[in-house]
C-alpha cells in the first residue's frame, strides 16, 4: 500500500533561519507531488507542485523554492523565513489520472 | 481562478441534511470534494469529472453540473463525525498542468 511521510511535526524556527521540509511517497512510481500551505484558519494554497524528477512548477512568487531530487521525494526550502511563513505545510501526491490527492500529516511551522 | 464556496459556515442538528455548493469561473476538468478536521490533513472524499456526473459516498454525494460550472456536495442525516471543514477544489487543464485549486472552505458543525 502506499504511503506518504512528512516531517517533522512541528517546527519553530526565527525569522531569517533557513528552511527544509522533506516529504516522501512509498509504494508508488512517477506520482504527482504537491505542497500546500495553509494559514491558520484559512483555506489551502498550493505553492508548487512536480509531474516528475526536477520538474517544478511554482504557483506563487515567493521566497519559498522547492526539489525533488528522487522520484518519491520532494523537499520544500527556504534560505530566509519570514513571519508570514508560518502556517501548516502539507504536501501531498497523487497517481497520474483521475484520482484524489492524499496529504501528509503536516508540518506545523511558527516563525518567530 | 479560486473556486467559490458557500456557505462560509453551517450549524445543524443530528440527523439533518446540509448542501455545500461550489462554483467556478471557468471551464472545468474535474471537482474535488475533501474534508478536513481540526488539526488534522485533509481527506478525499470524490472527485467528479467534466461531462457531468453525480457520485455517493455512504450519506455524502455530490453533483457536477458542467454547464454552469458548478458542484455541491449533499450530506444527508448528518451525523457528529461529519463535522469539519469542506474544501472543494478544481482543476481546468489536465493537458496543461496537474493540478487542483482549492476553494476557502466551508465549516460544518454538528450539534449533538
Known amino acids: 500500500s502506499q504511503t506518504i511521510h512528512q516531517w517533522p511535526a512541528t517546527l519553530v524556527q526565527p525569522v531569517g533561519s533557513p528552511l527544509s521540509l522533506e516529504c516522501t511517497v512509498e509504494?508508488?512510481?512517477?506520482?504527482?507531488l504537491y505542497w500546500y500551505r495553509q494559514a491558520a484558519g484559512r483555506g489551502l494554497q498550493l505553492l508548487f507542485y512536480?509531474?516528475?524528477?526536477?520538474?517544478i512548477s511554482s504557483e506563487v512568487p515567493q521566497n519559498l523554492s522547492a526539489s525533488r531530487p528522487q522520484d518519491r521525494q520532494f523537499i520544500l526550502s527556504s534560505k530566509k523565513l519570514l513571519l508570514s511563513d508560518s502556517g501548516f505545510y502539507l504536501c501531498?501526491?497523487?497517481?497520474?489520472?483521475?484520482?484524489?490527492?492524499?496529504f501528509g500529516s503536516g508540518t506545523r511551522l511558527t516563525v518567530v | 481562478q479560486q473556486p467559490v464556496q458557500s456557505p462560509q459556515a453551517v450549524i445543524l442538528r443530528e440527523g439533518e441534511d446540509a448542501v455545500i455548493n461550489c462554483s467556478s469561473s471557468k471551464a472545468l476538468y474535474s471537482v474535488h470534494w475533501y474534508r478536513q478536521k481540526h488539526g488534522e490533513a485533509p481527506v478525499f472524499l470524490m472527485i467528479?469529472?467534466?461531462?457531468?456526473e453525480q457520485k455517493g459516498h455512504d450519506k455524502i454525494s455530490a453533483s457536477f453540473n458542467e454547464k454552469k460550472q458548478q458542484s455541491s456536495l449533499y450530506l444527508t442525516a448528518s451525523q457528529l463525525s461529519y463535522s469539519g471543514t469542506y474544501f472543494c477544489?478544481?482543476?481546468?487543464?489536465?493537458?496543461?498542468?496537474?493540478?487542483?485549486?482549492f476553494g476557502k472552505g466551508t465549516r460544518l458543525h454538528i450539534l449533538p
Open positions: 501531498a501526491w497523487s497517481v497520474k489520472g483521475n484520482y484524489g490527492y492524499t
Open positions: 477544489g478544481t482543476e481546468i487543464d489536465r493537458n496543461r498542468d496537474d493540478k487542483i485549486i
Open positions: 509504494g508508488t512510481s512517477n506520482p504527482n
Open positions: 467528479l469529472l467534466k461531462g457531468g
Open positions: 512536480s509531474v516528475g524528477i526536477g520538474q
